[in-house]
Structures are given as structure tokens and as C-alpha cells.
């Protein structure tokens, strides 16, 4: 892309044309309509971030379906953990995650229990995430001072990741089970890891410059070996460089489903018509009203 922006043309143009060509290209690509997924990292910089997440939020990803891939690679394989792996695994998850997330919320998953914890079979590589850990428990957000606010907790699953070569990438990764997803019924909630509803059965991960990388499915999470994001500070709201990988998702029949190419900032939102509901704890909620766009379409996560 950038050879053919850069490419001479074959006549002289008049001064300063070429250059106002360019930029109204580039201007155009990056201005292409999407609707980035919202980070669901976020190593606890506030209540606020993490209740992103909680029951009645629609967390949109935009489908794209015309989308061309190249063959993916075998599905990766992976080994439980035994008891011993899993306990150091997580005590230097919490260690981490600990380190990173700020004072207001201490020693944030040591009453999570794991549900799973494995690793894939053949990594070489030192920089790529070869072990994973799911567990779950309860958030609880304290009463701030400053922001006086009631004690609140809901459930959620923490996720927390280490490369072959030993260095914890993801250490606090949160999401809700009652959480809805818009746009896609797949979510990226780290540049490897994300979640998948039913409609999904493939999921393909394309780090750039490389082939795609096809996921391990378990339980509504979905995981890929490649390489990982470390060394996060105590306030980094995300990744600069999830936007390097192209995540593909496909139906059972192969077909394509939705393409997740990261975030875009200079994107035009997306905007689709709301109405307010009433959730079983008795709190206001807006969700779609039908009918929607494709890309206002909600689904349910776990389904």
C-alpha cells in the first residue's frame, strides 16, 4: 500500500497535487466506517472501567463479510495444566496483576477460583503466549472517598496469560458472563483472546506480515498462540499494537462471519436505535430496537 501511494506518477503533476492526493487517500482509507470493540483489559484504573462489562452493555464489534483470507493453519493443541503448574501459574498471575492495578483495588482476583488453566503443545518461540488461565469470582468496587459510591460487586472471569519464555502478558483481563455483545457474535478482550457465541465454529487470528492462525475454542473463550503484549504499566488503558492483528471468525459451514481489524479511531461511530428497558435488578438499561442494522445486532454471551 504505501509503495503504490508513494509511486511517482508518469507526468510531472503541478506542485503540491501529489501530496494533496495522498493525504485525501489515506483520509479516505482510514475514515472507512467501523465500529471498534471496547477494551475490556483495563488493568482496574477505575470502578467505572471495569463495570463496562456488566449485565444489559452492548459491546459492539463491526462484521465485515467480504473479507478474502488466506488458509489458516492446523488448530492449535493444548495440555492441562497439572495442580502444580496451575498454582505457580497463578500466583505469578496475581503477582502481576497486582502490580499493575491501581491501589484502590488491592490483590484484585485472590479470591478467584481457576476453572481451567492449559497450555499449547509446541511453542518455541519466547515471545508467543503459550499458557492461559481462566478464573472466576466476584468483583467487588470499595466506596471511594472522593466519589462516594456504594459497595458494589457482580461475578466475572479473569483471564491471565504467559509467553514460553515465562513473562506474564495479559494479568487482568475481566469480563462479565452477562454480558451482550453487538455487531459480531465474537469479541476480542485481548489480542489473542476473546469470547464467541454459538452462531461461531472457527475463529482465525492474522498476526501482520504472517499466515492466520486458527484459535482454541473452550467454553465461549476463544485463545490463539502468537505473540503476546508485556511489561504493561499500572496505567495503560490498551494495546498499541492489537491493531496488528486480523481476527476472522466462520460458521460452521466455513463461511465467513465477521472480520475484527482493531480499533480505529478516526472512524465515524456507528449509531443504532436504543430503547430503555428495565433489567431484573431493577435498574434502566437502553438496548436496540428492532429493527436494527447488521451491525446493531445484539448477542448473548455465553449462549
Given amino acids: 500500500m504505501n509503495e503504490l501511494l508513494t509511486r511517482r506518477p508518469d507526468r510531472p503533476l503541478p506542485p503540491g497535487t501529489h501530496e494533496r492526493l495522498r493525504a485525501d487517500l489515506l483520509s479516505a482509507i482510514e475514515n472507512e466506517p467501523t465500529r471498534p470493540p471496547r ?23 463491526r462484521a465485515f463479510r467480504t473479507d478474502t483470507a488466506p488458509p489458516a493453519s492446523g ?21 502481576e496483576a497486582n502490580r499493575i492495578t491501581s491501589k484502590s483495588l488491592p490483590h484484585p482476583f485472590t479470591d478467584y477460583k481457576v476453572v481451567k488453566a492449559f497450555e499449547f503443545t ?39 496469560s504467559r509467553t514460553a519464555g515465562g513473562v506474564i502478558s495479559e ?33 482465525t487470528v492474522q498476526p501482520k506480515g504472517q499466515q492466520p492462525i486458527e484459535a482454541f475454542l473452550q467454553d465461549g473463550f476463544w485463545f490463539a498462540p502468537t505473540v503476546g503484549r508485556t511489561n504493561w504499566g499500572p496505567y495503560d488503558a490498551d494495546d498499541p499494537g492489537r491493531g496488528d492483528f486480523l481476527v476472522r471468525g466462520y460458521d460452521a459451514a466455513g463461511a465467513l462471519l465477521y472480520t475484527d481489524s482493531g480499533p480505529n479511531p478516526t472512524a465515524a461511530p456507528i449509531t443504532c436505535p436504543y430503547m430503555a428497558v428495565t433489567l431484573p435488578n431493577g435498574e434502566r438499561s437502553d438496548v436496540p430496537s428492532p429493527p436494527v442494522k447488521p451491525e446493531c445486532v445484539e448477542y448473548r454471551w455465553p449462549s
Fill in 39 to 61: 477494551r475490556i483489559l483495563a488493568p482496574a484504573l477505575a470502578a467505572a472501567a471495569v463495570l463496562a462489562v456488566v449485565a444489559g452493555l452492548a459491546i459492539g464489534v
Fill in 75 to 95: 488448530p492449535a493443541t493444548v495440555r492441562g495444566l497439572t495442580a502444580d503448574e496451575t498454582a505457580s501459574l497463578r500466583t505469578q498471575c496475581l503477582a
Fill in 122 to 160: 509446541g511453542v518455541k518461540d519466547p515471545n508467543v503466549v503459550s499458557t492461559w488461565l481462566i478464573g472466576f469470582g466476584n468483583q467487588t468496587y470499595p466506596t471511594i472517598a472522593r466519589h462516594p459510591m456504594p459497595e458494589r460487586s457482580h461475578p466475572a472471569y479473569w483471564l491471565c
Fill in 171 to 203: 494479568p487482568s483481563i475481566r469480563f462479565s458472563p452477562n454480558s451482550i455483545l453487538s455487531g459480531a457474535p465474537s469479541m476480542r478482550i485481548a489480542r489473542n483472546a476473546g469470547v464467541y457465541t454459538k452462531t461461531v465454529a472457527k475463529i
